[in-house]
């Protein structure tokens, strides 16, 4: 690990923290003048070291974004038996403008997104090699791609392949600001700008970034996520090529068991990029809603109910099983049972089952065939193998029986123009409220998605 990434996210926090109140303000007693922060390399490390701890919060991508999608995109598999009023919103998708995990979320990622435009508005100060300017920029790329794709997918109509998807996206901010006290109003960028400039960013992060980056990003994290954003836009031949690129050459392996992919203190052989926690930094909300109470989470505040195991057809299969009793009597899920795992974001499972879709869409056989990338999957988790030919309903099946629970549910269903819970893939309640205070301080915002006021 490079010498400046040692720094602690104490030095983060003593050089440049930005309050989480829902006016996203510098808190003064922890922050210095912002061109003190802004004026070394050693400074800018550290912002970056505060840039990961920021996405990887509970809010962001350390629970609520996976969260969010896989319960507004919920039909009968699981309940919501929580007693918070924000969550039972969603899959009731019957959301309010005042929505605290929309609002939370929201506020979370645009903090990520300005600190990494401080980071890439300053690059000049790293003069100790280009090599290392460029993983720093690699880097801060990777994490607002990341971002503004969650953004773009949760308070945009979904991205249809051959349309100018000139729908309203999100705020398209490139510039960073020291004073993020003040209003910083922006017009909404299109979907389609959203998703160019996210693949402007992984572009970068690709070419900027390491093959190997110890737990930070690296080349094969932004192709990982390069793969998911060619899905979703159903450029099924690119999702090919980037899922490929990842599993031919990022060296990593499927885990020996499918239970050995889940509840990892450290990075498991199979995890592309995961967010840290441990006992001293990080949290896991994915812990707090679905973990029974001797597993550090509420009881069990998202449970499964039969409709989710009829979807495994081989009652042999781990997956189905891989489930236990939570604190009232339901069935939970076991991939979140340990409070300091770290969170995969990506893992190559999900790269598999990518190239095994692009290479149907596509009559291709990059790499292997559909059903040998799938196999592999089924094979560990002791299912009974398929035979060819696959179709792309057999794929979408798959990825319910290996990525449940981990975001991926709402998404798949919208991409491929499925109803979601008897509502049409694109209907305004499947979009999230743009947050009340953004529309009360920012004057370019325009209307609020349909069904929220204006």
Same mark, same amino acid.
């Given at each position: 690990?490079?010498?400046?990434?040692?720094?602690?996210?104490?030095?983060?926090?003593?050089?440049?923290?930005?309050?989480?109140?829902? %006016?996203?303000?510098?808190?003064?007693?922890?922050? &210095?003048?912002?061109?003190?922060?802004?004026?070394?390399?050693?400074?800018?490390?550290?912002?970056?070291?505060?840039?990961?701890?920021?996405?990887?919060?509970?809010?962001?991508?350390?629970?609520?974004?996976?969260?969010?999608?896989?319960?507004?995109?919920?039909?009968?598999? &699981?309940?919501?038996?929580?007693?918070?009023?924000?969550?039972?919103?969603? &899959?009731?998708?019957?959301?309010?403008?005042?929505?605290?995990?929309?609002?939370?979320?929201?506020?979370?990622?645009?903090?990520?997104?300005?600190?990494?435009?401080?980071?890439?508005?300053?690059?000049?100060?790293?003069?100790?090699?280009?090599?290392?300017?460029?993983?720093?920029?690699?880097?801060?790329?990777?994490?607002?791609?990341?971002?503004?794709?969650?953004?773009?997918?949760?308070?945009?109509?979904?991205?249809?392949?051959?349309?100018?998807?000139?729908?309203?996206?999100?705020?398209?901010?490139?510039?960073?600001?020291?004073?993020?006290?003040?209003?910083?109003?922006?017009?909404?960028?299109?979907?389609?700008?959203?998703?160019?400039?996210?693949?402007?960013?992984?572009?970068?992060?690709?070419?900027?970034?390491?093959?190997?980056?110890?737990?930070?990003?690296?080349?094969?994290?932004?192709?990982?996520?390069?793969?998911?954003?060619?899905?979703?836009?159903?450029?099924?031949?690119?999702?090919?090529?980037?899922?490929?690129?990842?599993?031919? %050459?990022?060296?990593?392996?499927?885990?020996?068991?499918?239970?050995?992919?889940?509840?990892?203190?450290?990075?498991?052989?199979?995890?592309?990029?995961?967010?840290?926690?441990? %006992?001293?930094?990080?949290?896991?909300?994915?812990?707090?809603?679905?973990?029974?109470?001797?597993?550090?989470?509420?009881?069990?505040?998202?449970?499964?109910?039969?409709?989710?195991?009829?979807?495994?057809?081989?009652?042999?299969?781990?997956?189905?099983?891989?489930?236990?009793?939570?604190?009232?009597?339901?069935?939970?899920?076991?991939?979140?049972? %340990?409070?300091?795992?770290?969170?995969?974001?990506?893992?190559?499972?999900?790269?598999?089952?990518?190239?095994?879709?692009?290479?149907?869409?596509?009559?291709?056989?990059?790499?292997?065939?559909?059903?040998?990338?799938?196999?592999?999957?089924?094979?560990?988790?002791?299912?009974?193998?398929?035979?060819?030919?696959?179709?792309?309903?057999? &794929?979408?099946?798959?990825?319910?029986?290996?990525?449940?629970?981990?975001?991926?549910?709402?998404?798949?269903?919208?991409?491929?123009?499925?109803?979601?819970?008897?509502?049409?893939?694109?209907?305004?309640?499947?979009?999230?409220?743009?947050?009340?205070?953004?529309?009360?301080?920012?004057?370019?915002?325009?209307?609020?998605?349909?069904?929220?006021?204006?």
């Amino acid at each position: 690990m490079n010498n400046l990434y040692k720094f602690s996210i104490l030095m983060f926090i003593a050089v440049f923290t930005f309050s989480c109140d829902d %006016n996203l303000e510098i808190d003064p007693e922890q922050s &210095i003048d912002g061109s003190q922060a802004l004026n070394s390399e050693q400074n800018i490390a550290a912002l970056l070291l505060g840039v990961y701890e920021e996405a990887g919060q509970g809010v962001s991508f350390g629970g609520d974004i996976q969260i969010m999608a896989d319960l507004l995109g919920a039909s009968d598999q &699981i309940s919501w038996f929580g007693t918070f009023l924000a969550p039972r919103q969603l &899959i009731q998708k019957s959301l309010l403008v005042d929505n605290t995990f929309v609002r939370d979320t929201w506020f979370n990622n645009y903090e990520t997104i300005n600190q990494t435009n401080l980071i890439i508005d300053n690059l000049d100060v790293i003069t100790s090699s280009d090599a290392y300017r460029a993983q720093i920029e690699g880097e801060a790329k990777f994490l607002r791609a990341m971002s503004y794709f969650e953004l773009v997918r949760l308070w945009g109509l979904p991205y249809e392949a051959g349309t100018t998807n000139s729908q309203p996206g999100v705020p398209l901010r490139l510039i960073g600001y020291e004073d993020y006290s003040q209003p910083l109003p922006a017009e909404r960028a299109s979907v389609e700008e959203i998703y160019a400039q996210v693949l402007s960013d992984l572009e970068d992060a690709y070419t900027n970034l390491p093959a190997s980056n110890d737990i930070f990003a690296d080349r094969y994290a932004a192709q990982a996520l390069r793969a998911r954003v060619y899905l979703q836009m159903q450029n099924y031949a690119a999702a090919r090529d980037a899922a490929n690129d990842v599993i031919e %050459n990022s060296g990593a392996s499927l885990t020996g068991s499918f239970a050995d992919a889940f509840n990892n203190d450290a990075d498991s052989s199979e995890d592309l990029f995961d967010f840290q926690v441990t %006992n001293q930094t990080g949290n896991s909300d994915l812990i707090t809603f679905y973990a029974s109470q001797d597993n550090g989470g509420r009881g069990g505040d998202i449970v499964l109910n039969p409709a989710y195991f009829a979807l495994f057809p081989d009652a042999d299969d781990e997956r189905a099983n891989f489930t236990y009793i939570g604190d009232y009597g339901d069935n939970l899920t076991g991939k979140y049972t %340990n409070q300091f795992a770290n969170i995969a974001i990506f893992r190559l499972a999900e790269m598999y089952l990518i190239r095994a879709e692009g290479n149907i869409m596509e009559n291709t056989a990059v790499g292997q065939t559909p059903a040998e990338d799938v196999n592999l999957l089924r094979l560990r988790a002791g299912a009974e193998t398929v035979s060819a030919p696959l179709t792309q309903e057999d &794929i979408l099946l798959e990825r319910q029986l290996e990525l449940a629970f981990e975001g991926f549910l709402l998404h798949d269903l919208k991409r491929t123009q499925n109803d979601v819970d008897g509502l049409p893939y694109n209907d305004p309640s499947l979009v999230l409220p743009i947050p009340q205070n953004e529309m009360d301080t920012n004057d370019l915002i325009g209307d609020n998605n349909p069904g929220y006021g204006s």
